[in-house]
């Protein structure tokens, strides 16, 4: 089976000619708490907004990226794991233009890629050749190693917290192990689920107040989604809410969280350590001086 890193290393970075790639992680600790949902729709909200948007399921051994998007893919992650295709096969055109680079389901090989693995997926996704602004990485639950690289190598991380004690608990677990083993050193909550505004903020307090106390992390509220109806209908239908139902309340919310995303601050260079798409932003201030 070849590695990720020989993947990479057998590539050419003709990459290196597209500009930066602006990257997103979408977390939250707790399982079901509609990170997948998140990723999805934000993605879509972005593709939407005109950015060329690529979405990369990383939920290793239990993907569902492509479930939700009622895509059928022909390759996953799992097949390029087994050397039986190459990345660049994996990519799905999905609605809207948005790509979607799926990850395989029930593969328990998958959820126990090495560390090394995973670093080397991070290498292989960055060589991919395609003409992104934007990348949108759905990760797993939990705080194993995968997601802790993914969203390490993401240049922001959203957290998506709900009003459970347990996901507020899980979400600040997150955050600990990412502030303290990984160098994180900023992240975005989004509430989800919330029954009205207020309660998004009063989440995004609760959180704050610990990390506050105990971590070396800012805090960012990015905002909220509604609990929608329309949101599970559109889940039924395999198709994003806000493709399906775009006047919706959680289709809005979206809206904006891709509007507020699409104006964070980009980092200046490097941060030195594992980083997708790190070449397009080495390469980017010299192409600049030379124009
Ligand atoms: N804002 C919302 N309003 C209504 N229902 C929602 C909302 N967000 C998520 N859900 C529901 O919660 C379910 C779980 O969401 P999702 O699959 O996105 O969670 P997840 O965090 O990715 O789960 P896991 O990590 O366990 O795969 C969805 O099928 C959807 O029906």
């Known amino acids: 089976m070849p590695s990720p890193d020989a993947i990479?290393?057998?590539?050419?970075?003709?990459?290196?000619?597209?500009?930066?790639?602006?990257v997103i992680a979408v977390a939250s600790g707790k399982g079901g708490v509609g990170k997948t949902s998140v990723s999805v729709n934000l993605s879509l909200a972005l593709a939407n907004a005109g950015q060329r948007t690529l979405l990369l399921d990383t939920d290793l051994g239990l993907a569902n990226v492509d479930v939700m998007l009622g895509l059928s893919p022909r390759f996953t992650l799992a097949d390029v794991m087994a050397g039986r295709c190459e990345l660049a096969d994996t990519v799905l055109e999905g609605p809207g233009g948005l790509w979607v680079v799926p990850s395989a389901s029930g593969k328990r090989h998958m959820a126990e890629l090495s560390?090394?693995?995973?670093?080397?997926?991070?290498?292989?996704?960055s060589q991919l050749d395609l003409p992104i602004d934007a990348m949108v990485v759905d990760t797993a639950a939990?705080?194993?190693?995968?997601?802790?690289?993914?969203?390490?190598?993401?240049?922001?991380?959203i957290v998506v917290v709900c009003d459970e004690p347990a996901s507020v608990t899980d979400?600040?677990?997150?955050?600990?192990?990412?502030?303290?083993?990984?160098?994180?050193?900023?992240?975005?909550?989004?509430?989800?689920?919330?029954?009205?505004p207020a309660e998004g903020?009063?989440?995004?307090?609760?959180?704050?107040r610990v990390t506050s106390r105990f971590l070396d992390v800012t805090l960012s509220y990015l905002g909220a989604i509604p609990r929608d109806?329309?949101?599970?209908?559109a889940v039924q239908r395999q198709e994003a809410v806000v493709e399906a139902f775009p006047s919706s309340p959680s289709a809005l919310a979206f809206r904006e969280i891709a509007r507020r995303a699409s104006q964070w601050q980009a980092p200046a260079g490097p941060r030195g350590h594992v980083e997708f798409f790190l070449e397009r932003l080495v390469s980017a201030p010299a192409r600049s001086a030379a124009a």
Do not use: M
């Not at 903020?201 to 704050?208: C, G, I, M, N, T």
């Open 8 to 22: 990479a290393s057998t590539e050419t970075p003709r990459n290196a000619s597209h500009k930066p790639v602006r």
């Open 115 to 125: 560390a090394r693995e995973h670093v080397g997926l991070v290498h292989a996704i």
């Open 142 to 157: 939990g705080i194993a190693d995968g997601v802790l690289t993914f969203c390490q190598a993401a240049q922001d991380v």
């Open 171 to 196: 979400a600040y677990a997150l955050i600990k192990v990412l502030s303290r083993e990984r160098g994180v050193n900023r992240v975005q909550v989004l509430s989800n689920q919330v029954a009205h």
């Open 201 to 208: 903020r009063q989440l995004f307090d609760k959180l704050e």
């Open 229 to 233: 109806e329309w949101l599970r209908r």
